[in-house]
């Protein structure tokens, strides 16, 4: 019997999440507040305290179960051989990431200021950072560098950027995809030895 509020809990955890974010990406993080999430839910605001003290308590809660994905996948190549392989392989595991994290991902890119303020913006550019370092060759030339760095931002542009491009999305994941894994194998090919 002690097990029913559990469910219950991760259910209302979910839900403030989902309102909060489709309110901060509605009016903007700053506009927003904790009454109005409160009053969207139906709930009082002591109820929503129960689970998130503040706005950036929500955001960050958001973002760490979004971002797991992106941790797991650093965990995970950090253990790889640095092959093309590999390498081909944490940026499809990224791109489906990002696709599981779009609205999340839409409003940090409309609220960059604020993301950037938040605790949460170290933790994007460090997450960023580490994959980086997951495809490019050690001592890579500065270009081969921009290369990699290029193909995750190629990931994101194509979440974004081709929003208003018409076309099938699955599509466009895959076009982007392609893009990024040809920006990083010239990189591994200049670096990997004949």
């Known amino acids: 019997?002690?097990?029913?509020?559990?469910?219950?809990?991760?259910?209302?955890?979910?839900?403030?999440?989902?309102?909060?974010?489709?309110?901060?990406?509605?009016?903007?993080?700053?506009?927003?507040?904790?009454?109005?999430?409160?009053?969207?839910?139906?709930?009082?605001?002591?109820?929503?305290?129960?689970?998130?003290?503040?706005?950036?308590?929500?955001?960050?809660?958001?973002?760490?179960?979004?971002?797991?994905?992106?941790?797991?996948?650093?965990?995970?190549?950090?253990?790889?051989?640095?092959?093309?392989?590999?390498?081909?392989?944490?940026?499809?595991?990224?791109?489906d990431a990002l696709a599981q994290a779009a609205p999340l991902f839409r409003f940090m890119q409309e609220n960059q200021a604020t993301v950037r303020d938040l605790s949460i913006g170290r933790t994007i550019k460090n997450r960023v950072l580490g994959l980086v370092d997951l495809i490019k060759e050690p001592g890579a030339p500065l270009t081969d560098q921009v290369r990699c760095f290029s193909a995750l931002i190629t990931l994101h542009a194509g979440m974004l950027a081709l929003q208003d491009v018409e076309g099938d999305p699955e599509e466009k994941r895959k076009a982007t995809l392609e893009v990024a894994v040809e920006l990083v194998t010239r990189a591994h090919d200049a670096e990997t030895p004949r």
């Open 1 to 95: 019997m002690g097990s029913t509020p559990q469910p219950r809990r991760g259910n209302t955890r979910q839900r403030i999440q989902d309102v909060a974010l489709e309110l901060f990406a509605e009016q903007g993080y700053e506009k927003t507040s904790l009454r109005e999430i409160a009053e969207k839910l139906d709930v009082t605001k002591a109820a929503l305290y129960y689970h998130f003290k503040t706005k950036e308590d929500i955001l960050v809660s958001i973002f760490e179960d979004l971002n797991k994905p992106v941790e797991e996948l650093i965990a995970w190549g950090e253990t790889q051989p640095r092959t093309l392989e590999t390498k081909t392989e944490i940026l499809r595991r990224y791109n």
